[in-house]
């Protein structure tokens, strides 16, 4: 009876010696800024180009979107100033609507009288600014695109080389800290750098598609306004 009660009393007190074992939780910050001081550089860089990218994209979708708002019957409206001689009310109707296809169409309704050909050459021009000014900062997007990813790949080979040269200078009995923080750098740039460039990559390419309708308006409208000079009086 004596030994169970001694049995019992050792398992109860090795029950009561274990340790407690904390399950280490890692966030995303601190994932992110344990690389090292070489990788936060290169993260800080990732950030700042992250900011960059999101703010163009937002103030050229919202100007894109300006653009592209024409009211449906800004061209009868302007049809009907033309056809009945009143140059100056149109010319009023196109700078109220302060978009680029009624930028295009004044300035194709001030060459009114020259020759079919320098009126199209007007307009051309015209549309080339307005495209200008549509597409203003979009290739910092496309830069952004290419060079987070390279950046990102850079702190990888910085952070391997971090890793190596402790090996190396140790004697191959390096601390398991400090290659991690090598290896931490390493991975946490490429993702950070591939999430930069994916993010700025689908940014430039919607940005593309919605240039391109408005430059599909433009083209559309200086094609209706050339055919309305062409038709007999």
Request: aromatic share 8%.
């Amino acid at each position: 009876m004596l030994n169970f009660l001694q049995q019992d009393e050792v398992v109860d007190a090795a029950q009561v010696a274990e340790p407690v074992v904390e399950e280490k939780t890692l966030s995303l910050f601190d994932l992110m800024f344990s690389g090292g001081l070489g990788g936060q550089i290169i993260i800080i860089i990732l950030f700042v180009l992250l900011f960059a990218a999101v703010y163009i994209y937002f103030e050229r979708l919202f100007a894109i979107k300006a653009a592209s708002r024409v009211d449906k019957n800004f061209m009868l409206q302007i049809k009907d100033s033309v056809q009945s001689g009143n140059i100056e009310s149109a010319k009023i109707r196109c700078a109220q609507s302060d978009s680029p296809v009624a930028r295009l169409t004044e300035k194709g309704i001030s060459r009114i009288g020259s020759p079919l050909e320098d009126i199209n050459t007007a307009i051309e021009n015209a549309g080339r600014l307005e495209v200008y000014k549509l597409e203003k900062n979009v290739s910092i997007l496309a830069t952004v695109a290419g060079a987070a990813p390279m950046i990102g790949f850079l702190g990888t080979v910085i952070g391997m080389v971090l890793a190596f040269h402790e090996l190396a200078t140790s004697s191959g009995q390096a601390q398991m800290g400090a290659l991690a923080e090598g290896i931490y750098t390493a991975m946490t740039t490429t993702v950070a750098g591939l999430i930069v460039g994916i993010i700025a990559y689908i940014g430039y390419n919607h940005l593309v598609v919605k240039t391109d309708k408005v430059v599909h308006q433009m083209e559309a409208t200086a094609v209706d306004f050339l055919d309305l000079l062409n038709e007999p009086a």
